[in-house]
């Protein structure tokens, strides 16, 4: 679910290369393969960080739809493919009749996923500094 989300914003970041890195990589004979993988990525690297630490940040945020896909039972799980209850989902099923210290485990539950939300913006915001400062120095 998260993949047009990261898919839209990397072929965001490749975009925005300015068009002289293309046509300086054409000049030195370069395939399009190579061009792609020697020029426009490396350039555009922080901006393909940015957008998988945003498409993550959207996944930590799914709630029904995780929960439908990955089994809704509370256990740890034996393997990769076992079924699960995501943080999201519990806080979503279980707010509606929690008391006491139950209701404020799952109010400790958000604010778990607040800190590890606002962290991976944070990075994200600081890759995207980055680009930015390496652009100016590039162009």
Known sequence: MILPTISLLMESALAELPASYRQAAAAL???????????LLP???????SAVLLGSARAIGETMAVLMVSGNVV???????APVRTLTANIALELGYALD??????FVGGLVLLVLVA?????????????????????
């Open 43 to 49: 350039a555009a690297a922080p901006g393909l960080a």
């Open 29 to 39: 004979g370069l395939s399009p393969w190579a061009s792609l993988r020697r020029v």
């Open 101 to 106: 210290l139950h209701r404020s485990a799952l």
């Open 119 to 139: 962290a991976l913006v944070a990075v994200a915001e600081g890759l995207a500094a980055t680009s930015q400062a390496g652009g100016r120095a590039h162009g």
């Open 75 to 81: 256990q740890l799980p034996g393997n990769l493919f």
